[in-house]
């Protein structure tokens, strides 16, 4: 097996605009079992029926931002709930109302067999020309699920030999954060690259066991250091924010259930997060708001996001 790695994808240099906080929103959004099964079948389910309601939460979203004049940095939505035809449509929207998008993509079946599950992130910026562009991140998922293969190899369709696949490291508006597509999260060597040189982990999940999940994204945000932002599917529920803090702070947004797509919004405090990594052990034992840094925690990859968020 191929030890983890990651490269770096820097978007908007020299257009950081955000220096304190990001805003984060999670899409409270049903994960289908029929629109997964009709898409590695190769008949993806697309029509107005089921695009009317996602392009109302589109619009919910962008309504938000503009009727509340609080601006909204990045929605996050879970595995496998989106269509690939739709991918162009949100790339649209992306670039018109200046939000990121993360979200999980529904399996494609390549000419090899192959059913890919892939994590699309689609990140804005203003180009030196003043326009807003987008730019496209796709990343094969890494380890799928013991169920998950079940389910495709019993279809007759092939697991991707995907272990080699590169995580990324993003670096967008001030902010450096990773993207993991839900099982590899459960991966500990996966986790720990990432130490110290993040300020938020995403983790998309279409994953019904969630007491085993909230225990993985509670030591990861407590042993990396750094917000988790997990969305799941909307029945399974669990999707929510975790820092890495006391109990009793520990979420300050989650969701389940509903009948209707929805989002909250939260807003990550990056600056107090990094202050607070800055200082030695005896000035975080007393800390309220965050628990004191694991041991050898990277200070040189501390200095570089505190650097670009300036």
């Not at 899409?27 to 009317?52: H, I």
């Not at 949100?90 to 109302?97: D, K, N, P, Q």
């Amino acid at each position: 097996m191929s030890a983890p790695q990651y490269e770096e994808v820097t978007v908007g240099v020299g257009a950081s605009d955000l220096h304190d906080s990001i805003q984060i929103a999670l899409a409270n959004v049903p994960v289908d079992q029929k629109n997964m099964e009709a898409s590695y079948l190769g008949s993806p389910r697309v029509g107005r029926a089921r695009l009317k309601p996602f392009t109302n939460l589109l619009n919910e979203v962008s309504q938000y931002r503009s009727n509340s004049k609080r601006r909204i940095d990045l929605i996050v939505f879970p595995e496998v709930s989106i269509p690939h035809a739709w991918e162009t449509m949100l790339a649209t929207w992306v670039r018109r109302h200046r939000i990121g998008v993360v979200c999980g993509l529904e399996h494609s079946v390549n000419n090899a067999g192959q059913a890919l599950n892939e994590v699309l992130a689609l990140l804005p910026y203003q180009t030196s020309s003043g326009h807003w562009a987008c730019v496209p991140v796709r990343r094969l998922k890494r380890f799928y699920s013991p169920a998950e293969e079940f389910i495709l190899k019993n279809e007759h369709l092939e697991v991707p030999k995907s272990k080699s696949s590169r995580y990324h490291l993003f670096r967008w508006r001030g902010a450096s954060f990773a993207i993991y597509n839900c099982f590899e999260l459960a991966s500990i060597e996966d986790r720990t690259i990432f130490k110290g040189h993040v300020d938020f982990i995403v983790a998309t999940e279409f994953n019904r066991d969630t007491n085993y999940f909230s225990n993985i994204v509670e030591s990861a945000a407590r042993d990396l250091h750094c917000y988790i932002v997990q969305v799941n599917d909307s029945g399974f529920g669990d999707s929510r924010v975790v820092c890495p803090s006391k109990s009793d702070f520990m979420n300050p947004v989650r969701i389940k259930g509903g009948d209707n797509l929805t989002f909250l919004t939260t807003s990550l405090n990056l600056t107090a997060l990094r202050s607070h990594q800055r200082k030695g052990y005896g000035l975080q034992k007393d800390a309220k708001e965050f628990k004191p840094t694991p041991p050898d925690f990277p200070r040189a990859a501390l200095r570089k996001r505190i650097d670009l968020g300036k």
